[in-house]
């Protein structure tokens, strides 16, 4: 008979933790020093982990500053050194000035002395600073490990009021943001104005509960135990900190004193909260679980305002922790802390009420059964559990769940928890019984291997053992319903059956098995009140069968749990030491118990460290598919089911394949892409019914979660793995290199597909540049390179300028190894290399790689083709910016007339040609011409664009830049203003284009002499280039090159610049005069000579348009632009060349034959400068 015991105290392991903390001004940081202290110790108490008090606490409370304190350690998150670090700086920002010396104005009124609006600087700073933004709310609604509420005081009615990170029900919390709720608890009167949430006015919480230790009770009664309010009962650790006893003043006689200090000192004044504290919670502090730190002596003259005295603060703190009672209490507070396993549940209360009924009837039964009682009694429960318990077990809130569930009720339940592979449901229905035999002695426990009708059958043979059920040998008879019949009788008294792995629909859908006599009826499990029925499986599609309706899905393992299992599964634990590399191998592993397990075995049996074994699992594939494939001892699993976690997958991985083939092709295309954010429209399309079954089944499975946006979803990343593995194993046909293979091709189509939707062609280029990686780089190079090709300039047009090289480079060489050198192919490939090369500013790589690929194109398509006419267009965009203004004029002339010819004279590659001939016209000078064919530009995108097309809106950018070379800055202004609204709205804030108009718009406010928003402006530039470019790129140094210029001149013209309002015109003039050719001699005369206003160019260009919409070719508002080149590079690709006008071929002609003339090396660019 087993000895009767009710358990280990749940209080002990899972108890309540709670904070509270003082308000003080600038001693708030004394607080904070002794926090800091006790982390110290418990962190050095837990090797392995570094805790901070968000994963102690379950609840942190704080006042005024202590508010502040609160909120950045529990609803921000931070640790104490971070704290400590903002706390600092906040309070320097906040009090290193006054604003007002009196506490009152002329009228009598309270007038704050410090400026309210730093203190909400500063707040939003430290928000910031710690990841979140300041319009975030306290209480957004997500679950966090520790609940967070400051006190504040409406000042109407003086009523304290808690502004909460979490849910009350049936409370009426004002909605708050972080900052607002921060400011909020803060604003003492008289130091800083109150503040407005919504129609209410908040002051500081010191009024009345500058210890909140009492509001904390409160509060934490209402959440766990409001209808028994027995909070001391579930409390594993209460701790209350000060901010320094206060000195003690007698009452001030002058009315002014009396009001301003006395009066605040008697109602701010914590010491009898402390007192009434101390008396209710006397015998707690006797036994260790509460506590209340406060420096009694050094910080009596330290004012709330006094931040120049924090070395003060410092120091009375550690002279006050190294008192030897002291030292005591934080001995005991940090072992109390140090066993804290988790975090407390809402049904904590029930718990601890169940382990107080459990224990007197543990110490009834044993009197009962002592050999002194005569009424002694003993009824025997059936014990049929294969495994012992297993010693390295870590809790997991889901037990609970379960027991609960399990035993609430009269009527029977049943509960089937749900989870991947190797997440832990063997072990966590191995604790549930045992757990159940400690608690419920006269229940018997029942384990039932379901991994087939053979096994569950042989299960219940032994089961009509246990309950004396008679069965002869040569009886043919059903034993199932033998034994369920027997359970289902009263007398056979409490029971729990559990059903492990049942993962097979086969073993109880008569569908789908060959033998449809051999499944288990769903219908033959037993149904009693007095019995409970709990499965482990991996498909929810199993346990909805059986009908079981409450089903709990086994939630991942956090980083604390997952660290004390490595810590139990390792020979030595001072590996733990190692914590950067314990989280990176947990995340690696992610934080899947059995994968843990596995690795800590493997590490064990090699004597090596975590870090090397993360090099072997980061190294190549193969090393990985060793790891997770190595077989281990686990004493907890069957004999019969290999432990290795690679094969651990292969059943479910069969039973997919039986019950769709489209959820195999599903899993099969992701084992060859990212595992992490698929969009769900990237999956192979099939019939619209199987393709949401498909989906349901790996969903059932664990192996994939679909985000809350629906339209995306994860793939488990050891599931992955595993898939790959399998992959391997297969035949041609669905091999991995099969599917990689076709993988490279289908994306290539898909890319093509969504060309038009940028956030699409975002989402898919993760997985594109994954697939590239893992795939060999001599093989299917067509679809490599296509794939590659498309990958690059989707990462271009993102900024990622590095990454977009390197695609470049392995589109080149895949195009060269399938095509050779000189092959449309490879020409196309440069091409998009060199001017990846113009758009990050490396304008000489760009120029010769431009140059030689000029000639080879020549070579093989001929001179008057498509390819070469893009290849000019951007040649001269590159000598635009190198300032070769007659060469940049000459070869967009020439782009000019061929993209009219071969794109049309509607197209946006015409128009960015032309736009380019605006900026060339500009750097020369020429303002009247730039301006007329600025405005040409503007009128032919209105007509043949859509508004908001990139080029459309480029003609407006391209305008803002002729009002200020004109020196119309507010005109500029106002064009570049609407530019960068509609390049945020179409392009998004971190596209290329989007940064470079936020520099022009930098610029024109520079010009105006508006300096602090220039900055301003230029500041937003820099942090994105850097973040989009690189902190070293050409655009991120010439952004921090002009802020650091503007914030340091200090010569005469600015000064002057800033006092004048219309300065700015006369500097636009002189500006623009230093292009032109200033001065001519005429006889004897000199004057200044205007430009040329008529251009002949303009005015052929406008012919040509003009003729072009009168041949009524194509409707207004209907022109289609040509989309990609692809293999439309040759000069007899274009289907509109036939159909275009006479005059566009005589000049595309004219032009050419002076240009083949340079290329072909009789004229070098010295010759053709000098003429």
Known sequence: MPTLHSGPNPVDRDGLCLLSLDGGGVRGLSSLYILKCIMTLVNSERPGEQLKPCDVFDMIAGTSTGGLIAIMLGRLEMDVDECIEAYRELMKSIFSEKTNNLPVDWSGNIQAQYDSKKLRLAVENVVTRAGASPKDLLNDGKARKCRVFV????????????????????????CATICEAALATSAATGFFEPVRLGDRLFVDGAFGANNPVEELEEEACDIWCHSTRDLKALTKCLVSIGTGTAAKRAIDDNLVKFLSKTLVRMVTKPEGTERRFMARWRNECHQGRCFRFNVEQGLQDVQMSDYQKRSLIETATHDYLRIPRQKSDLDECMKNLARKKGQTGLDFDIRVQEYKLRTIRMEVEANMQSSQTPYATHRASCWMVPFERNPRYVDREVVNSVKNKLFSGKEAQSIAICGLGGAGKTQIALELAHQTREQYPDCSV???????????????????????????????????????????????????????????????????????????????????????????????KVARYIGIHQIIEIPEMDQMSATEVLKNSLVDKTLLDDKEGTAKLLQNLTYLPLAIVQAASFINQNSMNISSYISLLDGQEQHAVELFSEEFEDEGRYKSIKNPIATTWLTSFGQIQKLSQCACYHLSFMA???????????????????????????????????????????????????????????????????????????????????????????????????????????????????????VAGVLKNDGRFKESEKCHLQAIKCAKAQFGSENKHTVCCVANLATSYSDQGRLKEALELMTQNLHTQIKILGINSRGVTITIACLAGVYNLLDENSIAEWLAIIA???????????????????????????????????????????????????????????????????????????????????????YKEVLGWENPVTIRQLYQLATILENQGRDAEAISVM??????????????????KHAMGWIEYWKNRKSRHVRIRQRLNYTHKSIAILQRRKVYPQVKAYGGLWYVRRQTVDDTFIREVKTAYENYYDLGKVPDNDCPTVKGFED?????????????????????????????????????LTSFRAS
């Open 1019 to 1036: 500041t937003d530039c820099a942090e994105l280039s850097a973040r989009i470019f690189g902190p070293h790129s050409a655009d991120t």
């Open 896 to 982: 000019t007339w061929g993209y009219m010819k071969f794109f049309g004279p509607q197209s946006a590659e015409t128009l960015l040609t032309l736009q380019r001939m605006v900026h060339i016209y500009l750097q020369q000078g020429r303002i009247a011409n730039a301006t007329e064919l600025g405005v040409f530009c503007l009128e032919i995108a209105q007509r043949a664009l859509e508004p908001d097309h990139p080029m459309a809106i480029n003609a407006h950018t391209c305008l803002s830049t002729i009002y200020g070379n004109q020196g119309l800055w507010k005109d500029a202004e106002r064009v570049a203003h609407d530019a960068l609204e509609k």
């Open 1128 to 1164: 439309e590079w040759s000069s007899d690709a274009c289907s509109v060349n036939s159909k275009d006008p006479d005059y566009m071929r005589w000049h595309h002609g004219q032009e050419t034959a002076s240009f083949s003339k340079w290329i072909g090396g009789k004229l070098s």
């Open 151 to 174: 006190c504040a005081v409406a000042k109407e009615t003086l009523h304290i009021t808690r502004l909460r990170s979490y849910d009350v029900p049936e409370e009426n919390t004002p």
């Open 672 to 790: 060859c892409i990212g595992s992490r954010n698929i969009p769900i429209s990237l999956l192979p399309q099939s019939d619209q019914v199987e393709h949401q079954k498909a989906l349901g089944i790996l969903q059932s499975y664990s192996f994939i979660r679909l985000r809350p946006d629906k339209k995306s979803l994860d793939l488990h990343r050891l599931v992955h793995l595993a898939t790959r593995i399998w992959l391997r194993s297969m035949s041609d046909s669905a091999s991995l290199a099969h599917w990689e293979s076709w993988a490279l091709t289908y994306l290539g189509r898909m890319f093509k597909f969504v060309e038009s939707d940028r956030s699409l062609s975002k989402a898919y280029t993760p997985h594109a540049l994954k697939l590239l990686e893992v795939t060999p780089e001599d093989k299917d190079l067509y679809a490599r390179m296509d794939l590659s090709n498309v």
């Open 446 to 540: 029942f384990w039932v291997p379901a991994m087939s009708p053979d096994s569950i059958r042989q299960a219940y043979v032994e089961m009509a053992g246990h309950l004396g059920i008679f069965v002869q040998e040569k009886e043919e008879v059903d034993v199932t319903q033998l034994v369920n019949d027997h359970l289902t009788q009263a007398r056979t008294g409490r029971w729990l059956l559990i059903f492990d792995n049942a993962d097979d629909l086969e073993t109880w859908d008569p569908n789908l098995n060959e033998s449809p006599t051999s499944v288990i009826p769903k219908n033959a499990l037993p149904q009693h009140s007095l019995g409970a029925t709990f499965f482990t499986t991996r498909s929810q």
